[in-house]
C-alpha cells in the first residue's frame, strides 16, 4: 500500500512538473517598445506649426531616454500683423463688389520647413499604461525659409485710366499699397495662390526646448502635449512687414498637442 502510494505521488509530482513546463513555454515574452511616430499641431507667440516626429526609445545606462527626428512646416507672423477692412469702399466704388479683409503693411508671407534632431528624457514617471510622464526636451535642425510676396486686390492708375489688378509692395506702388486714409485704393487681400512665381529661399537654424507631458492611454497608444521656447535665425533679414524693424532671428514660446503610436 505504501509502495502504491509512494508511485502515486511522485506520478503526480511529475505531471505537475510537466505542467509547469508546458506553462512556462507557452507563455509569451513582450518584447519592449522601442519605436514610435507622431504627429501634432504647435500654437506659437509668433505663428503655427503642423509637425511629424520619429522617435527611437532606448535604455542607456538603466535609464529610459527617447531620440526622434522631426519634420516640420510652419508659418510665421509679425506681431504688428493686424486684419483691415477698407470701410469707404463700397461708398466710393458702389458699383463693384464688396471689398475683403486684408493685412495692412503686409508685404510676405513667410513660412518654414524644418527638420532635425533631438532627445527627450524623463524627470518623473515611467512609460506605463494609463501613466503620465513628464520628459525634458531638446531639438535642433536645418530650417528653410520661404519667402511668398503677400499681394493686394488695388485700384492703380494705369495711363489716362484706373485698373483693377493684383499687384505686390514695390517702391512705386507704394502709396496705394499703404492707402491709409481708405480712399478706394484697397479691395482686399488676395488668394493664397497669388505671389509662388516670386517665392525666394532662406536657410537658418532651428532650436527647441521644453517640457513634454506623454499620457501612455495603453502599450501602444499616447497623447502628448508639449510646452517649451524656441529660436530661430536664418543668413538674411526677413521683411515681413514694411515701415517696421525686421531681423533675421525669431523667438517664441509654445505649446502643441500630438497623439502617436508605440510598438516593438
Same mark, same amino acid.
Given at each position: 500500500?505504501?509502495?502504491?502510494?509512494?508511485?502515486?505521488?511522485?506520478?503526480?509530482?511529475?505531471?505537475?512538473?510537466?505542467?509547469?513546463?508546458?506553462?512556462?513555454?507557452?507563455?509569451?515574452?513582450?518584447?519592449?517598445?522601442?519605436?514610435?511616430?507622431?504627429?501634432?499641431?504647435?500654437?506659437?507667440?509668433? &505663428?503655427?506649426?503642423?509637425?511629424?516626429?520619429?522617435?527611437?526609445?532606448?535604455?542607456?545606462?538603466?535609464?529610459?531616454?527617447?531620440?526622434?527626428?522631426?519634420?516640420?512646416?510652419?508659418?510665421?507672423?509679425?506681431?504688428?500683423?493686424?486684419?483691415?477692412?477698407?470701410?469707404?469702399?463700397?461708398?466710393?466704388?458702389?458699383?463693384?463688389?464688396?471689398?475683403?479683409?486684408?493685412?495692412? &503693411?503686409?508685404?510676405?508671407?513667410?513660412?518654414?520647413?524644418?527638420?532635425?534632431?533631438?532627445?527627450?528624457?524623463?524627470?518623473?514617471?515611467?512609460?506605463?499604461?494609463?501613466?503620465?510622464?513628464?520628459?525634458?526636451?531638446?531639438?535642433? &535642425?536645418?530650417?528653410?525659409?520661404?519667402?511668398?510676396?503677400?499681394?493686394?486686390?488695388?485700384?492703380?492708375?494705369?495711363?489716362?485710366?484706373?485698373?483693377?489688378?493684383?499687384?505686390?509692395?514695390?517702391?512705386?506702388?507704394?502709396?496705394?499699397?499703404?492707402?491709409?486714409?481708405?480712399?478706394?485704393?484697397?479691395?482686399?487681400?488676395?488668394?493664397?495662390?497669388?505671389?509662388?512665381?516670386g517665392i525666394k529661399l532662406t536657410p537658418g537654424l532651428a532650436v527647441r526646448s521644453g517640457f513634454y507631458f506623454d499620457y501612455t492611454a495603453n502599450r501602444k497608444?499616447?497623447? &502628448?502635449?508639449?510646452?517649451?521656447?524656441?529660436?530661430?535665425?536664418?543668413?538674411?533679414?526677413?521683411?515681413?512687414?514694411?515701415?517696421?524693424?525686421?531681423?533675421?532671428?525669431?523667438?517664441?514660446i509654445y505649446a502643441d498637442f500630438r497623439f502617436g503610436k508605440r510598438w516593438q
Amino acid at each position: 500500500k505504501e509502495a502504491r502510494e509512494e508511485a502515486l505521488n511522485e506520478r503526480k509530482r511529475l505531471q505537475e512538473e510537466q505542467r509547469n513546463k508546458i506553462i512556462a513555454t507557452r507563455k509569451k515574452i513582450i518584447p519592449p517598445i522601442t519605436q514610435q511616430m507622431s504627429v501634432g499641431y504647435r500654437l506659437a507667440s509668433d &505663428g503655427w506649426s503642423f509637425f511629424t516626429q520619429r522617435g527611437f526609445i532606448k535604455v542607456d545606462a538603466e535609464k529610459l531616454h527617447t531620440n526622434f527626428i522631426f519634420v516640420d512646416i510652419s508659418e510665421k507672423r509679425n506681431p504688428k500683423e493686424t486684419r483691415s477692412y477698407n470701410e469707404n469702399f463700397s461708398v466710393i466704388n458702389p458699383s463693384e463688389l464688396k471689398p475683403v479683409s486684408y493685412k495692412y &503693411g503686409k508685404i510676405n508671407n513667410f513660412y518654414q520647413f524644418k527638420f532635425g534632431y533631438g532627445n527627450s528624457k524623463p524627470i518623473s514617471g515611467r512609460l506605463d499604461r494609463k501613466s503620465i510622464v513628464i520628459n525634458w526636451v531638446y531639438a535642433v &535642425g536645418l530650417s528653410l525659409g520661404i519667402l511668398k510676396p503677400y499681394y493686394l486686390d488695388l485700384f492703380l492708375p494705369e495711363g489716362n485710366t484706373i485698373v483693377r489688378k493684383y499687384d505686390k509692395y514695390t517702391e512705386q506702388n507704394k502709396v496705394y499699397f499703404l492707402d491709409l486714409n481708405n480712399q478706394g485704393t484697397i479691395i482686399g487681400g488676395s488668394s493664397f495662390t497669388k505671389g509662388f512665381g516670386g517665392i525666394k529661399l532662406t536657410p537658418g537654424l532651428a532650436v527647441r526646448s521644453g517640457f513634454y507631458f506623454d499620457y501612455t492611454a495603453n502599450r501602444k497608444t499616447f497623447l &502628448g502635449v508639449e510646452i517649451g521656447a524656441s529660436a530661430e535665425i536664418y543668413t538674411k533679414t526677413i521683411p515681413i512687414i514694411v515701415n517696421t524693424k525686421n531681423t533675421p532671428y525669431f523667438f517664441n514660446i509654445y505649446a502643441d498637442f500630438r497623439f502617436g503610436k508605440r510598438w516593438q
